[in-house]
Protein backbone atom coordinates (compact mmCIF):
# COMPACT_ATOMS: atom_id res chain seq x y z
CA UNK A 1 0.00 0.00 0.00
CA UNK A 2 2.96 2.43 0.97
CA UNK A 3 4.72 1.67 -1.80
CA UNK A 4 1.82 1.95 -4.20
CA UNK A 5 1.39 5.37 -2.88
CA UNK A 6 4.54 6.50 -4.19
CA UNK A 7 3.31 6.24 -7.63
CA UNK A 8 -0.06 8.50 -7.06
CA UNK A 9 0.23 12.24 -7.86
CA UNK A 10 1.36 14.10 -4.76
CA UNK A 11 -0.98 16.59 -3.95
CA UNK A 12 0.18 20.13 -3.68
CA UNK A 13 -1.13 20.42 -0.32
CA UNK A 14 0.75 17.74 0.83
CA UNK A 15 4.06 19.82 -0.27
CA UNK A 16 2.21 22.52 1.21
CA UNK A 17 1.98 21.31 4.44
CA UNK A 18 5.91 19.77 4.98
CA UNK A 19 7.35 23.19 4.54
CA UNK A 20 4.94 23.49 7.55
CA UNK A 21 5.78 20.56 9.56
CA UNK A 22 9.76 21.73 8.69
CA UNK A 23 8.93 24.90 10.51
CA UNK A 24 7.04 23.33 13.11
CA UNK A 25 10.20 21.04 13.49
CA UNK A 26 12.66 23.82 13.32
CA UNK A 27 10.90 24.85 16.18
CA UNK A 28 10.60 22.65 18.37
CA UNK A 29 14.90 21.35 17.44
CA UNK A 30 15.40 25.35 18.71
CA UNK A 31 13.44 23.90 22.09
CA UNK A 32 16.02 21.21 22.28
CA UNK A 33 13.42 18.21 21.10
CA UNK A 34 15.14 15.64 19.82
CA UNK A 35 12.48 12.82 19.96
CA UNK A 36 8.63 14.04 19.20
CA UNK A 37 5.08 12.97 18.14
CA UNK A 38 3.18 13.73 15.32
CA UNK A 39 0.72 15.58 17.16
CA UNK A 40 3.68 17.51 18.92
CA UNK A 41 4.85 18.70 15.15
CA UNK A 42 0.93 18.97 14.25
CA UNK A 43 -0.15 20.79 17.53
CA UNK A 44 -0.36 24.51 16.17
CA UNK A 45 -0.77 23.37 12.69
CA UNK A 46 -4.96 22.73 13.04
CA UNK A 47 -3.75 19.53 10.92
CA UNK A 48 -4.56 15.98 12.41
CA UNK A 49 -1.66 13.42 13.09
CA UNK A 50 -3.34 10.96 10.11
CA UNK A 51 -3.33 13.74 7.70
CA UNK A 52 0.59 14.13 9.16
CA UNK A 53 1.22 10.65 8.55
CA UNK A 54 -0.51 10.44 5.44
CA UNK A 55 1.63 13.12 3.92
CA UNK A 56 4.87 11.49 5.11
CA UNK A 57 3.96 8.38 3.18
CA UNK A 58 4.35 9.45 0.17
CA UNK A 59 8.15 9.77 0.67
CA UNK A 60 8.71 6.58 2.93
CA UNK A 61 7.89 7.35 6.31
CA UNK A 62 9.95 7.73 9.08
CA UNK A 63 8.51 7.38 12.50
CA UNK A 64 7.46 4.47 14.45
CA UNK A 65 4.24 4.03 16.10
CA UNK A 66 4.76 4.76 19.70
CA UNK A 67 8.47 6.15 19.46
CA UNK A 68 7.61 9.15 18.04
CA UNK A 69 9.85 11.07 15.19
CA UNK A 70 13.44 11.85 15.36
CA UNK A 71 13.76 16.03 15.15
CA UNK A 72 17.07 15.89 13.47
CA UNK A 73 16.75 13.20 10.36
CA UNK A 74 13.00 14.13 9.62
CA UNK A 75 13.75 17.78 9.22
CA UNK A 76 16.74 16.57 6.70
CA UNK A 77 14.72 14.25 5.49
CA UNK A 78 11.64 17.16 4.89
CA UNK A 79 14.77 19.36 3.37
CA UNK A 80 15.51 16.60 1.24
CA UNK A 81 12.30 16.15 -0.44
CA UNK A 82 11.60 20.06 -0.45
CA UNK A 83 15.07 20.34 -1.83
CA UNK A 84 15.90 22.91 0.48
CA UNK A 85 19.28 21.08 2.09
CA UNK A 86 21.32 23.28 0.62
CA UNK A 87 21.44 26.75 -0.13
CA UNK A 88 18.92 28.50 -2.21
CA UNK A 89 19.74 31.19 -3.94
CA UNK A 90 17.15 33.82 -4.57
CA UNK A 91 16.62 37.14 -6.21
CA UNK A 92 13.96 39.65 -5.67
CA UNK A 93 12.88 42.01 -8.74
CA UNK A 94 11.47 45.29 -7.52
CA UNK A 95 12.73 46.91 -4.82
CA UNK A 96 9.28 49.00 -3.83
CA UNK A 97 7.34 48.96 -0.79
CA UNK A 98 6.42 45.01 -1.27
CA UNK A 99 9.96 44.29 -2.25
CA UNK A 100 11.97 46.42 0.24
CA UNK A 101 9.92 44.50 3.09
CA UNK A 102 10.59 41.09 1.87
CA UNK A 103 14.38 41.95 1.77
CA UNK A 104 13.87 42.80 5.58
CA UNK A 105 11.45 39.92 6.15
CA UNK A 106 12.67 37.36 8.63
CA UNK A 107 10.85 34.61 7.56
CA UNK A 108 13.69 33.22 5.27
CA UNK A 109 16.46 31.97 7.97
CA UNK A 110 16.49 29.03 8.92
CA UNK A 111 15.67 27.51 5.74
CA UNK A 112 18.57 27.54 3.64
CA UNK A 113 17.13 30.38 1.56
CA UNK A 114 19.67 33.47 0.83
CA UNK A 115 18.47 36.55 -1.03
CA UNK A 116 21.87 37.11 -3.34
CA UNK A 117 20.54 39.98 -5.23
CA UNK A 118 18.10 42.69 -6.23
CA UNK A 119 16.92 44.65 -9.16
CA UNK A 120 15.15 47.69 -9.81
CA UNK A 121 15.09 50.42 -12.59
CA UNK A 122 15.00 53.23 -10.27
CA UNK A 123 18.58 55.25 -10.60
CA UNK A 124 17.59 56.27 -7.47
CA UNK A 125 17.58 52.87 -5.98
CA UNK A 126 20.37 51.15 -7.56
CA UNK A 127 24.06 50.76 -6.19
CA UNK A 128 22.22 51.36 -2.66
CA UNK A 129 22.38 48.57 -0.73
CA UNK A 130 19.15 47.43 1.41
CA UNK A 131 19.49 45.13 4.66
CA UNK A 132 22.67 43.97 3.31
CA UNK A 133 21.75 43.31 -0.37
CA UNK A 134 22.80 45.00 -3.55
CA UNK A 135 20.30 46.90 -5.59
CA UNK A 136 21.16 45.99 -9.32
CA UNK A 137 20.30 47.57 -12.27
CA UNK A 138 17.54 45.68 -13.98
CA UNK A 139 19.41 45.81 -17.06
CA UNK A 140 22.32 43.48 -15.91
CA UNK A 141 19.76 41.43 -14.54
CA UNK A 142 20.47 38.55 -16.91
CA UNK A 143 24.18 38.79 -16.27
CA UNK A 144 24.01 38.31 -12.62
CA UNK A 145 21.58 35.79 -12.48
CA UNK A 146 23.21 33.85 -14.60
CA UNK A 147 26.66 34.06 -13.33
CA UNK A 148 25.28 32.93 -9.24
CA UNK A 149 23.43 30.36 -10.82
CA UNK A 150 19.66 31.74 -9.25
CA UNK A 151 16.66 29.37 -10.21
CA UNK A 152 14.46 31.20 -7.78
CA UNK A 153 12.42 34.92 -8.05
CA UNK A 154 10.74 36.81 -5.72
CA UNK A 155 8.73 39.59 -8.16
CA UNK A 156 7.30 42.44 -6.68
CA UNK A 157 7.49 44.83 -10.12
CA UNK A 158 4.09 46.51 -10.51
CA UNK A 159 1.42 44.54 -12.43
CA UNK A 160 2.00 46.25 -15.28
CA UNK A 161 5.76 45.05 -16.44
CA UNK A 162 5.11 41.62 -14.40
CA UNK A 163 5.14 39.83 -17.93
CA UNK A 164 7.87 40.87 -19.70
CA UNK A 165 9.62 40.99 -16.39
CA UNK A 166 8.84 37.36 -16.07
CA UNK A 167 10.11 36.44 -19.47
CA UNK A 168 13.52 37.34 -19.33
CA UNK A 169 13.55 36.17 -16.05
CA UNK A 170 12.60 32.67 -17.43
CA UNK A 171 15.44 33.27 -20.45
CA UNK A 172 18.08 34.00 -17.96
CA UNK A 173 17.65 30.68 -16.77
CA UNK A 174 14.94 30.95 -13.17
CA UNK A 175 12.48 28.00 -12.83
CA UNK A 176 10.25 29.36 -10.14
CA UNK A 177 8.61 32.89 -9.24
CA UNK A 178 7.01 33.83 -6.15
CA UNK A 179 4.61 36.11 -8.11
CA UNK A 180 3.56 38.98 -5.95
CA UNK A 181 2.30 41.33 -9.10
CA UNK A 182 -1.51 41.12 -9.01
CA UNK A 183 -1.59 39.46 -12.66
CA UNK A 184 -1.30 35.85 -13.72
CA UNK A 185 2.01 35.19 -15.60
CA UNK A 186 1.60 33.32 -18.72
CA UNK A 187 5.12 31.58 -18.93
CA UNK A 188 6.25 28.45 -20.53
CA UNK A 189 5.82 25.19 -19.40
CA UNK A 190 8.11 23.75 -17.39
CA UNK A 191 8.30 27.18 -15.37
CA UNK A 192 6.68 27.27 -12.08
CA UNK A 193 4.64 30.48 -10.59
CA UNK A 194 3.14 31.27 -7.38
CA UNK A 195 1.29 33.49 -6.98
CA UNK A 196 0.55 35.38 -3.73
CA UNK A 197 -2.28 37.80 -4.30
CA UNK A 198 -3.19 39.25 -0.99
CA UNK A 199 -6.92 40.23 -2.26
CA UNK A 200 -7.20 36.34 -3.50
CA UNK A 201 -6.23 35.54 -0.11
CA UNK A 202 -8.91 37.89 1.84
CA UNK A 203 -11.18 36.19 -0.33
CA UNK A 204 -10.62 33.15 1.15
CA UNK A 205 -10.31 34.29 4.25
CA UNK A 206 -13.97 36.30 3.94
CA UNK A 207 -15.69 33.01 2.86
CA UNK A 208 -14.45 30.49 5.57
CA UNK A 209 -14.37 33.84 8.36
CA UNK A 210 -18.36 34.35 7.07
CA UNK A 211 -19.36 30.52 7.41
CA UNK A 212 -17.80 30.51 11.07
CA UNK A 213 -19.92 33.25 12.02
CA UNK A 214 -22.80 31.23 10.20
CA UNK A 215 -21.91 27.98 11.31
CA UNK B 1 -25.94 14.70 -9.96
CA UNK B 2 -25.35 18.21 -9.57
CA UNK B 3 -27.58 18.98 -6.86
CA UNK B 4 -25.95 16.29 -4.80
CA UNK B 5 -22.44 18.01 -5.00
CA UNK B 6 -24.14 20.46 -3.03
CA UNK B 7 -23.64 18.74 0.21
CA UNK B 8 -20.60 17.75 -0.20
CA UNK B 9 -17.93 19.18 1.36
CA UNK B 10 -16.42 21.99 -0.85
CA UNK B 11 -12.58 21.82 -1.16
CA UNK B 12 -10.57 25.06 0.05
CA UNK B 13 -8.87 24.88 -3.50
CA UNK B 14 -12.12 25.71 -5.20
CA UNK B 15 -12.79 28.75 -3.02
CA UNK B 16 -9.36 30.06 -3.76
CA UNK B 17 -9.63 29.65 -7.24
CA UNK B 18 -13.17 31.30 -7.19
CA UNK B 19 -10.99 34.59 -6.27
CA UNK B 20 -8.74 34.27 -9.25
CA UNK B 21 -11.56 33.43 -11.40
CA UNK B 22 -13.10 36.82 -10.11
CA UNK B 23 -9.92 38.50 -10.52
CA UNK B 24 -9.69 37.25 -14.40
CA UNK B 25 -13.33 38.49 -14.53
CA UNK B 26 -12.58 42.02 -13.44
CA UNK B 27 -10.09 42.10 -16.02
CA UNK B 28 -12.12 40.99 -18.80
CA UNK B 29 -15.10 43.16 -17.55
CA UNK B 30 -11.87 46.27 -17.74
CA UNK B 31 -11.43 45.34 -21.73
CA UNK B 32 -14.91 46.00 -22.05
CA UNK B 33 -15.85 41.70 -22.81
CA UNK B 34 -19.81 41.16 -22.04
CA UNK B 35 -20.05 37.22 -22.41
CA UNK B 36 -16.94 34.91 -22.14
CA UNK B 37 -16.00 31.41 -22.58
CA UNK B 38 -14.72 29.57 -19.30
CA UNK B 39 -11.14 28.90 -21.30
CA UNK B 40 -11.33 32.99 -21.75
CA UNK B 41 -11.80 33.36 -17.75
CA UNK B 42 -9.13 30.17 -16.75
CA UNK B 43 -6.79 31.16 -19.40
CA UNK B 44 -3.72 32.89 -17.92
CA UNK B 45 -4.63 30.37 -14.50
CA UNK B 46 -3.22 26.85 -15.28
CA UNK B 47 -6.35 25.66 -14.63
CA UNK B 48 -8.55 23.61 -17.08
CA UNK B 49 -12.28 24.56 -18.60
CA UNK B 50 -13.60 21.36 -16.56
CA UNK B 51 -12.30 22.55 -13.29
CA UNK B 52 -13.68 25.70 -13.58
CA UNK B 53 -16.98 24.28 -14.24
CA UNK B 54 -16.70 22.20 -11.98
CA UNK B 55 -15.92 24.45 -9.31
CA UNK B 56 -18.99 26.86 -10.04
CA UNK B 57 -20.81 23.83 -10.14
CA UNK B 58 -20.81 23.66 -6.61
CA UNK B 59 -22.75 26.75 -6.05
CA UNK B 60 -25.30 26.68 -9.28
CA UNK B 61 -23.59 26.65 -12.21
CA UNK B 62 -24.90 29.94 -14.18
CA UNK B 63 -23.25 29.32 -18.02
CA UNK B 64 -24.68 27.19 -20.95
CA UNK B 65 -22.07 25.14 -23.32
CA UNK B 66 -21.81 27.06 -26.26
CA UNK B 67 -23.21 30.34 -24.95
CA UNK B 68 -20.43 31.49 -22.55
CA UNK B 69 -20.64 33.78 -19.29
CA UNK B 70 -22.42 36.83 -18.56
CA UNK B 71 -19.35 38.45 -17.37
CA UNK B 72 -21.61 40.96 -14.78
CA UNK B 73 -23.89 37.87 -13.67
CA UNK B 74 -20.69 35.85 -13.02
CA UNK B 75 -19.44 38.54 -11.17
CA UNK B 76 -21.74 39.29 -8.61
CA UNK B 77 -22.62 35.84 -8.33
CA UNK B 78 -18.78 35.05 -7.29
CA UNK B 79 -18.83 38.00 -5.04
CA UNK B 80 -21.71 36.57 -3.00
CA UNK B 81 -20.64 33.01 -2.96
CA UNK B 82 -17.47 34.96 -1.58
CA UNK B 83 -18.94 37.39 0.66
CA UNK B 84 -17.60 40.02 -0.77
CA UNK B 85 -20.36 41.63 -2.63
CA UNK B 86 -20.29 44.50 0.29
CA UNK B 87 -17.32 46.64 1.17
CA UNK B 88 -15.50 44.43 3.65
CA UNK B 89 -13.45 46.33 6.26
CA UNK B 90 -9.81 45.28 7.33
CA UNK B 91 -7.48 46.51 9.54
CA UNK B 92 -3.40 46.08 9.25
CA UNK B 93 -1.90 45.27 12.57
CA UNK B 94 1.57 46.12 12.86
CA UNK B 95 2.67 49.16 10.24
CA UNK B 96 6.85 48.12 9.84
CA UNK B 97 7.94 47.42 6.72
CA UNK B 98 5.62 44.39 5.39
CA UNK B 99 2.68 45.74 7.13
CA UNK B 100 3.42 49.61 5.63
CA UNK B 101 4.02 47.68 1.99
CA UNK B 102 0.54 45.94 2.59
CA UNK B 103 -1.30 49.47 3.27
CA UNK B 104 0.17 50.55 -0.05
CA UNK B 105 -0.81 47.10 -1.93
CA UNK B 106 -2.72 48.52 -5.44
CA UNK B 107 -4.11 44.70 -5.32
CA UNK B 108 -7.20 45.50 -3.08
CA UNK B 109 -8.94 47.89 -5.08
CA UNK B 110 -11.73 46.05 -7.20
CA UNK B 111 -12.51 43.52 -4.66
CA UNK B 112 -14.33 45.91 -2.08
CA UNK B 113 -11.62 45.68 0.35
CA UNK B 114 -10.77 49.25 2.53
CA UNK B 115 -8.17 49.41 4.83
CA UNK B 116 -9.62 50.97 7.69
CA UNK B 117 -7.25 51.35 10.24
CA UNK B 118 -3.75 50.11 10.98
CA UNK B 119 -2.19 49.37 14.32
CA UNK B 120 1.00 50.06 15.73
CA UNK B 121 3.25 50.72 19.06
CA UNK B 122 5.33 52.96 18.13
CA UNK B 123 5.06 56.51 19.58
CA UNK B 124 6.66 57.42 16.66
CA UNK B 125 4.31 55.72 13.98
CA UNK B 126 1.36 56.32 15.99
CA UNK B 127 -1.13 59.41 14.57
CA UNK B 128 0.47 59.91 11.31
CA UNK B 129 -1.49 58.96 8.46
CA UNK B 130 -0.12 56.37 5.92
CA UNK B 131 -1.49 55.82 2.36
CA UNK B 132 -4.76 57.87 3.80
CA UNK B 133 -4.76 55.95 6.78
CA UNK B 134 -4.34 56.66 10.26
CA UNK B 135 -1.90 54.63 12.52
CA UNK B 136 -4.16 54.15 15.77
CA UNK B 137 -2.13 53.12 19.40
CA UNK B 138 -2.71 49.16 19.20
CA UNK B 139 -3.80 50.26 22.68
CA UNK B 140 -6.92 51.29 21.37
CA UNK B 141 -7.01 48.28 19.09
CA UNK B 142 -10.06 46.98 20.75
CA UNK B 143 -12.49 50.56 21.13
CA UNK B 144 -11.90 51.12 16.85
CA UNK B 145 -12.36 47.72 16.48
CA UNK B 146 -15.56 47.31 17.67
CA UNK B 147 -16.79 50.93 16.43
CA UNK B 148 -16.38 50.29 13.05
CA UNK B 149 -17.11 46.33 13.21
CA UNK B 150 -14.40 45.25 11.43
CA UNK B 151 -14.44 41.19 10.79
CA UNK B 152 -10.81 40.87 9.15
CA UNK B 153 -7.42 41.82 9.96
CA UNK B 154 -3.80 41.64 8.80
CA UNK B 155 -1.71 40.38 11.20
CA UNK B 156 2.42 41.89 10.52
CA UNK B 157 3.58 41.79 14.41
CA UNK B 158 6.70 40.29 14.99
CA UNK B 159 6.21 36.49 15.52
CA UNK B 160 7.13 36.98 19.23
CA UNK B 161 4.08 39.42 19.45
CA UNK B 162 1.65 38.09 17.19
CA UNK B 163 -0.13 35.42 19.53
CA UNK B 164 -0.72 37.95 21.98
CA UNK B 165 -2.27 40.18 19.32
CA UNK B 166 -4.36 38.15 17.89
CA UNK B 167 -5.45 37.01 21.12
CA UNK B 168 -6.61 40.77 20.88
CA UNK B 169 -8.25 40.67 17.98
CA UNK B 170 -10.38 37.55 18.59
CA UNK B 171 -11.73 39.39 21.92
CA UNK B 172 -12.99 42.44 20.07
CA UNK B 173 -14.71 40.65 17.10
CA UNK B 174 -12.51 39.34 14.38
CA UNK B 175 -13.27 36.31 12.79
CA UNK B 176 -10.46 36.37 10.17
CA UNK B 177 -6.97 36.55 10.00
CA UNK B 178 -4.38 36.37 7.69
CA UNK B 179 -1.29 36.07 9.34
CA UNK B 180 2.07 37.36 7.69
CA UNK B 181 4.16 36.65 11.13
CA UNK B 182 5.86 33.38 10.78
CA UNK B 183 4.72 31.82 13.46
CA UNK B 184 1.09 29.81 13.83
CA UNK B 185 -1.11 31.10 15.84
CA UNK B 186 -3.75 28.90 18.56
CA UNK B 187 -7.15 30.59 18.49
CA UNK B 188 -10.50 28.95 19.42
CA UNK B 189 -12.47 27.34 16.96
CA UNK B 190 -14.82 29.44 14.81
CA UNK B 191 -11.57 32.14 14.35
CA UNK B 192 -10.33 31.34 10.48
CA UNK B 193 -6.52 32.00 10.30
CA UNK B 194 -4.50 32.29 6.90
CA UNK B 195 -0.92 31.92 6.93
CA UNK B 196 1.18 33.42 4.34
CA UNK B 197 4.62 32.39 5.29
CA UNK B 198 7.29 33.40 2.66
CA UNK B 199 9.23 30.52 3.65
CA UNK B 200 6.51 27.72 3.07
CA UNK B 201 5.40 29.38 0.35
CA UNK B 202 9.47 29.41 -1.31
CA UNK B 203 9.69 26.02 0.00
CA UNK B 204 6.95 25.07 -1.81
CA UNK B 205 7.92 26.50 -5.39
CA UNK B 206 11.83 25.09 -4.94
CA UNK B 207 10.04 21.42 -4.86
CA UNK B 208 8.30 22.38 -7.99
CA UNK B 209 11.08 24.12 -10.11
CA UNK B 210 13.35 21.59 -8.87
CA UNK B 211 10.50 18.55 -10.19
CA UNK B 212 10.23 20.45 -13.82
CA UNK B 213 13.82 20.40 -14.12
CA UNK B 214 13.98 16.85 -13.50
CA UNK B 215 10.91 16.11 -15.69
Not at 8 to 13: A, L, S
Not at 47 to 70: A, E, M, N, P
Not at 73 to 96: S, T
Not at 118 to 123: E, K, L, T
Amino acid sequence: MSKKKKDYRIPQETIRRLGLYLRSLRKLQQQNFTVVSSSQITSHLNITSDQFRKDLSYFGSLGKRGVGYSVDKLIKHLERVLGVDAECKIIVVGVGKLGSALLAYPGFQNFNFRIVAAFDNDIGKIGRVWEGVKIENILNMEEVVRSLGVKLAILTVPADAAQQVAEKLVACGVRGILNFAPTNLNLPRGIYVLNVDMATELMFLTYFSRKNLAG
